[in-house]
């Protein structure tokens, strides 16, 4: 069994994504499609567990996307930002923090199909943003009002490799952390 570690960020320069409202995705070749966020659980409690709900619709035209179950054991092809009151970018809530990941493998990436839509409950802790400050149970954001919204980059409509024909790229060294779709934003109040 091959056991990967992979970093999708530099641990101590947390790279930095901006707020902007939700973008979809509309590319020069005609496929379409958007993502979205609920969350229906109120106003989470600092340090205990919540999900929220992720979908991705696919509006027009046919394409892959990889690990559109955002499956932990591999690389994310997003993050689930968190950005303050002001909208400043705080961290990624599903930034890998260590231990064991597997390799890649053809079963990771969906053919979608217009019309089709795919989506999962992403586990977050309130108040925990992994690999900042607020990394530890000791150290969690104060109570307050934030926002978070998906963010999906261009790594997500990678191809899968097993169906090219000819050289297979290298899929580490073409992960392209490129944004490419914005989930609506979501107002969350953590309390204590």
């Known amino acids: 069994m091959l056991m990967l570690m992979y970093s999708s960020l530099p641990v101590m320069g947390q790279e930095s994504y901006k707020f902007h409202e939700a973008t979809p995705l509309s590319l020069p070749s005609g496929e379409r499609g958007y993502a979205k966020l609920s969350f229906d659980e109120g106003k989470p409690r600092r340090g205990e567990r919540y999900n929220v709900e992720y979908s991705f619709y696919n509006t027009n035209g046919s394409y892959w996307v990889y690990n559109c179950f955002l499956n932990r054991l591999i690389p994310s092809p997003g993050q689930l930002a968190i950005y303050d009151s002001n909208k400043e970018y705080i961290g990624d809530l599903l930034r890998f923090e260590g231990g064991s990941q597997r390799g890649v493998g053809d079963g990771d990436w969906l ?18 943003v992994p690999l900042t400050k607020f990394g530890s149970m000791g150290s969690l954001l104060p109570a307050g009002r934030y926002y978070i919204q998906l963010i999906l980059y261009k790594a997500f409509l990678s191809t899968n490799p097993s169906h090219l024909i000819g050289d297979k790229p290298d899929f580490y060294k ?17 309390i204590d």
């Open 174 to 190: 073409t992960f392209d952390h490129s944004e490419v779709i914005r989930s609506n934003a979501i107002q969350i109040e953590i």
């Open 111 to 128: 053919f979608l199909y217009g019309g089709s839509h795919v989506g999962t409950s992403i586990g977050f802790r309130a108040g925990y």
